[in-house]
C-alpha cells in the first residue's frame, strides 16, 4: 500500500485567493490524480498529474483554475486559482500503478477548503 | 457516458443484521470496480476491488459482487457493527485508472 500525505488538512480562504494543496507519497507511483468532492456529493476527477508534463484535465476542469504540478514521481501540487465559495469542497490526492496490487487506488485523508 | 449509481442513498440498521448495499453502472466494459469506505473527514480507503473477470471478493465479514453484464455490483455486510458506520462508494475503473464513482451510502449502524 502508499502512504499518501495531503498538506494543508484543511483551510479557510478568502474569495479571490489562490490556495496550492500538496501532496507527498511514501514510493515512486506511476499515477497520480485530484479529485474533487463538492458537500454532500460523490468525488469528481479533476485531472490527472502527469511527471515531466502537462495534466491532463477532465471535462469541466482547465489549467487556468486548477493548475497542477507534478516535478517527481513522489510529489504533485494542485492549486485552486481565484477562489469563489463554489469552490469549498474536499480536494483528494489519489495514486495508482507499478508496485501495487490488481490496479488498486490508494487516496489521500483530502484537504477541506472553506471559501469565505 | 458511464454513471455510477448507488442504492439506498441512506441506510440505518439494528446492530448484528446483515445488509447489502447496491451499486449500478451504465456502461459494462469496466476493467474492475472497486468499493471504499468513507469516515467524516476522513479520505476513502480501499474495502474490495474486483477485476472485470472476476464475479465476487470476500475480506472477512465483506462480500462484493460483480454482474458485468448486467451492469450491477453488491457489498454485503454480514453482522453489522456500530464501527461500520460510513459512506461507502463504489467506483469502476474505464481507462487506466480513471475511476467514476457512484453517489454513495450512508450508513449507520444502532448499537
Redesign the interface.
Known amino acids: 500500500s502508499a502512504v ?1 500525505s495531503q498538506k494543508p488538512s484543511r483551510d479557510i480562504c478568502q474569495r479571490g485567493t489562490s490556495l496550492t494543496i500538496q501532496c507527498q507519497v511514501d514510493s515512486q507511483v ?2 497520480m ?1 485530484w479529485y474533487r468532492q463538492q458537500p454532500g456529493q ?4 479533476i485531472a ?1 498529474a502527469n511527471q515531466g508534463s502537462e495534466a491532463t484535465y477532465e471535462s469541466g476542469f482547465v489549467i487556468d483554475k486548477f493548475p497542477i504540478s507534478r516535478p517527481n514521481l513522489t510529489f504533485s501540487t494542485l492549486t485552486v486559482s481565484n477562489m469563489s465559495p463554489e469552490d469549498s469542497s474536499i480536494y ?1 490526492c ?1 495514486v ?2 507499478t508496485g501495487f496490487s ?9 484537504s ?1 477548503l472553506t471559501v469565505v | 457516458k458511464q454513471e455510477v449509481t448507488q442504492i439506498p442513498a441512506a441506510l440505518s440498521v439494528p446492530e448484528g443484521e446483515n445488509l447489502v448495499l447496491n451499486c449500478s453502472f451504465t456502461d459494462s466494459a469496466i476493467y474492475n470496480l472497486q468499493w471504499f469506505r468513507q469516515d467524516p473527514g476522513k479520505g476513502l480507503t480501499s474495502l474490495l476491488l474486483i477485476q472485470s473477470s472476476q464475479r465476487e471478493q470476500t475480506s472477512g465479514r465483506l462480500n462484493a459482487s460483480l454482474d458485468k453484464s448486467s451492469g450491477r455490483s453488491t457489498l454485503y455486510i454480514a453482522a453489522s457493527q456500530p464501527g461500520d458506520s460510513a459512506t461507502y462508494l463504489c467506483a469502476v475503473q474505464e481507462k487506466t485508472y480513471k475511476y467514476i464513482f457512484g453517489t454513495g451510502t450512508r450508513l449507520k449502524v444502532l448499537a
Not at chain 1, 490488481?102 to 483530502?110: A, D, H, K, Q, V
Open positions: 499518501i506511476t499515477m490524480f460523490s468525488l469528481t476527477l490527472t483528494l489519489s495508482g500503478g490488481g490496479n488498486t487506488i490508494y487516496f489521500g485523508e483530502g477541506w
